[in-house]
């Protein structure tokens, strides 16, 4: 039995609507994809998720997993038996290229496949996560016989990835890295370091494991420039693709954690005894390349992480809410007790889930789909506007996102009251789990510097100010529509205008000190005021589709929900402006020493 | 060891420029006090939690506690050892009625020891939190008889004490509650009923645990109108003081929880066998006026667990913020890795943590200092004045600071990095036991909707505007004086206007839906707002203490946390205000069933 009951429709009208699912599929390479196979397909993976996957959440939270003095990780039974599953279904292979065992969809179908494999057990979903990673790196930056070996394994799950990047001293200065890397006289590459914080570093979920590590090879100059990728298999792969011997690769321990409890956190031993077989992937010295490769398509996962926990969350808290009876709500008769539900200020908190949820929802779909157009777009314009959209969107979903599922998830908590401080009610599992999500694939704060200093700058500006436009024509849009909808034109104009002041602040020569001090509360303004966006844009096309097909109460509750959003959380991105532009001097005015007395 | 630093300078400094130390000690029933002696007493007190309680802070919540099959409830030795201590030393005693073992100082010293307790162990300060509850109900409700037996052990903390509020149907509404209070031919009571979500509701660190029990005596009318008080011991007592037999209390299990391992939540079972023996405290059917005497006094003490576990989280990221180095830090020089306080995101994280922390702890020391007016007024006017005051500022305290307790610990946590997320560092016990304190001694939603119905109307409105118009003149005196403090006072005038604007709406005969829907946007904006106020006044009060002292870079320090919180956190109070105006129809104009839809 499972409490998740995936948000098909949500996803296909996000599907539809926003990542453009049927324009998507008529570009060179996807001429085999067909929308209402997708939608079919989802149905299909929405009841696999839910069946299969989310009944293994709190036996997995609970029992968690377990390093063993020989260096192998045990997972919950469950687990592994619904990991084969998966496999077998092929829910793995989605996006893969079909030269090698992939279907050849969309990443933005995968992404609605990974968004409910999220919610049903996020511990359990971030292993196919690092696997996609990993197929993304091999993909993009590895040999024809690389891919022959790996690819198609990676592509249906039966051999699990890992991103081995994380040392002691290296963590987001991946630079500092010290793991090492040298050719034997036959030309083979062996790699030697420790490695922590590999998710799904160990486990018998799958296979084999395999792992991509980076290292400095011999002489390579200092920091990020010379670092480069390897691959590293737990187990070899001998010349007829069977497995064969063990490779120097061991877990030597896995962290305590607040959450994601059945998702083995490993400390990596890489080469102690003689050195791990490795190959390079890429160039030597070209591994961050390699590594944003993987980071970026990572990343965007995680910002689903942050969706995903609060639409689970979501639905546990409204079923609650439902049900639990407390206190007469005003208007109901006298000496009953109504649900919760019936009391705004818990009806105000299922409204700030759902409205984020899907405010999430889109951006991180339509990131995806600008990946989809980069990827296969008809000329190189299109594939540079798809690049640089998803380049712009990918901090925004990653941070805001995640950031939102700490606090989506801590809603659904609240709304439990006393039973959401007690695990058995399963509410508090999802808000440990979201805490992970701002810290790793590159820490909030680092994202929000990336948005401003790398992503800004694009085209000279252009790709933020076009997506500025866009905002400003979904307003006008909204002005001149001639119902309800117009009242949100002026929220919507004025958290634009807003958010065009500090961009521009922060495009105009600012002081580098200065704009990295106003990064994360620009980055909080962006996701509110985008927010705002796909919501109202949602609005207008429902409108739209209502006016076609008559009375449909889904759509006028999209239309509601922009609504109570325009009015009620959009006004929040004005509160964080004035830090955006504040400079860094208020926050070193305190000598260093004076913060602790 | 400890890595607990007691912040006994900003303490002082609140107690005596915000709390009124000297002003109160002048009061009749403080003859005895002199604020030199309690500024002494507090270094003595900052020693023992440092010293003694802090350590026991990770041993409780890796351990926890243990219910066993005979009802009784195991705590870490240590704990149990270090509560002795407690005792032992008086600080429980502090504020009691001299005539009953206490010390009859003002409530806002022991608020500064209670502060420095939770920030020691959050969950071993909630058994004389509790017990500070219980003596209070007894003070003013009990008979002479009940005090002279029960106020002196509790005032020492020889006994403990319990709030037994909550049923399985009765949380928020108290008045559901189903539990029931008879007489017996002797005229003595006995109670019957099931209790849960009992805070140290069973354990052994003290000798004996004095239950304050709501119960419905016979024929009582229905609702919180017919709600008695009762004082169920769990050991009675003999005539000459020593314990004797065991009442018929017993602790049936308790909750597995997120936080706050190492106090024991417990259902407790009273009087499943013949009933509980039980004294009447107060008269039949005044329980809901004795309970909001223990709950007023809890609450505040929750609002301290905010701001207890702000501080040491925010110490607990400054030392790792000192330590730990990644990556170059602007200015540093080349090859170098910079500590990360040195990144200006970091150091937003710590400015944000450590100006929240100072203008919660001048909020709270406020509204207590206020109930010591309340208590030891020169005349009624002032006792009305101290009455309200610490009314209005109650909910404020509770909700907000709780709120905040769970954003800065989370800020704790990432400061940290992938460290925050692993136990071992400790970050994330904070952030877990955090999340208790928005829910209990009444949800921060009840607490909203107390501020906004009962609390704003006070003396029809004069309360709330007179502190309204004390945050005005504070920003007369900025934009009056003639150094850096001036910039503040447009901010801080801007947020009080605003904060007028809001409160003026729903003093105004708005319809009550639409006031609770505004209710918790309201406070929050309410709670910046004065933690603003307060740290402009206290840099006012800075730099006229730097003007007479020379130079003293703490007065400094407190000058600039002020100014950062001017300009970079208050402006988030207007982007709460139009959720606060925005009424009720919004929050439900999605229909209920289509909110799973």
Redo the contacts between chains.
């Keep these: 039995m499972s409490n998740y ?1 995936p948000p098909l ?1 949500d996803i296909r009208f996000v599907l539809e609507h926003i990542g453009g699912l049927e324009g998507l599929s008529a570009l060179p390479g996807f001429e085999h994809v067909e929308a209402d196979d997708v939608y079919g397909a989802l149905d299909e993976a929405g009841r696999f998720f839910s069946e299969v996957v989310a009944p293994t959440n709190r036996i997995g939270d609970e029992n968690g997993i377990t390093w063993n003095a020989d260096g192998s990780v045990t997972v919950p039974d469950e687990m592994t038996a619904a990991y084969r599953q998966y496999v077998d279904a092929g829910w793995g292979a989605v996006k893969g290229d079909m030269e090698y065992g992939g279907h050849g969809f969309p990443a933005v179908m995968a992404t609605a496949i990974q968004e409910m494999l999220t919610s049903a057990n996020m511990a359990f979903s971030l292993c196919p996560m690092l696997t996609s990673s990993a197929v993304e790196a091999l993909e993009h930056h590895g040999s024809d016989e690389l891919k022959a070996v790996y690819l198609e394994k990676l592509n249906t799950g039966e051999w699990a990835g890992t991103m081995a990047l ?1 040392e002691p ?1 290296a ?3 991946v630079g ?1 890295l010290r793991a090492k890397a040298w050719q034997e006289d036959d030309g083979s590459w062996r790699v030697q370091g420790t490695k ?2 590999i998710t799904w570093g160990e486990h018998e979920m799958a296979e084999n494991i395999i792992h991509f590590v980076l290292a400095r090879a011999p002489e390579a100059p ?1 920091g990020t420039k010379g670092i480069s990728l390897f691959l590293v298999p737990k187990y070899l792969v001998n010349d007829d693709g069977s497995l064969g011997e063990r490779n120097d690769v061991e877990c030597v321990g896995v ?5 994601i409890h059945a998702s083995p956190t490993a400390v990596m031993a890489y080469g102690e005894q003689q050195g791990s077989i490795a190959y390079l992937v890429g160039d030597v010295n070209a591994g961050m390349r390699c590594m944003f490769t993987m980071m970026n398509d990572a990343r965007l996962h995680v910002g689903l992480e942050g969706l995903g926990l609060s639409e689970r969350a979501y ?1 546990l808290a ?2 609650y809410a ?1 049900e639990r ?3 007469r709500a ?2 109901a008769p006298k ?1 009953h ?1 109504s649900p919760i ?1 019936e ?9 700030t889930m ?1 409205a984020n949820v899907e405010a999430m929802r889109s951006l991180i779909f339509d990131a995806v789909a600008a990946g989809d157009l980069r990827n296969h777009g008809e000329d190189e314009r299109a594939r540079i506007l798809g690049s640089n959209r998803m380049a712009l969107l990918t901090p925004v979903a990653k941070a805001w996102a995640t950031d939102l599922g ?1 606090e989506m998830t ?1 809603l659904g ?2 709304i439990h ?2 039973m ?5 009610a399963g509410a ?1 599992q999802h ?2 789990d979201s ?2 999500a ?3 694939e590159g ?3 680092i994202q ?2 990336d948005l401003v200093l790398r992503k800004l700058p694009l085209d000279e500006g252009r790709v933020v100010t076009g997506y500025l436009d866009e905002m400003d024509e979904t307003a006008t849009q909204l002005a001149e529509s001639t119902d309800g909808l117009s009242a949100m034109a002026g ?1 919507l104009r004025e958290a634009v205008g807003g958010l065009r002041a500090t961009t521009e602040w922060l495009l105009d020569g600012t002081d ?2 200065d704009a ?2 106003g ?3 620009y980055l909080r303004q962006f996701g509110v005021v985008a927010g705002g966006y796909y919501l109202a844009k949602s609005a207008l096309i429902a409108k739209r589709l209502l006016a076609e097909d008559g009375d449909d ?2 759509l ?2 999209k239309i ?2 922009a ?2 959003y325009a ?3 959009l ?9 955006v532009t ?1 400079g ?1 001097d ?7 020493e ?4």
Tied chains: 1, 2.
Excluded at 343 to 351: F, S
Excluded at 594 to 597: K, S, T, V, Y
Aim: charged fraction near 15%.
């Design positions: 009951r429709r994380t001293e963590g987001s200065d500092a922590i914080f200092p962290e305590h954690k607040v959450g639905q409204l079923g439902l009876k407390q206190g005003i208007g000496g007790a539900i009391h705004p200020d818990v009806r105000r908190m299922l409204m759902k700490v801590s908590v609240q009251g006393g959401g401080f007690v695990e058995e508090a808000w440990r805490r992970i701002p810290i790793y820490t909030n704060g929000a510097i929220p580098p000190s990295l001090a990064a994360t509360p109460s889904w006028q509750a509601d929900t609504v109570f009015h009620q959380i006004p929040q991105a004005a509160g964080a402006a004035p830090a504040a860094a208020q926050l070193f005015a305190v000598d260093t004076m913060l602790g007395q």
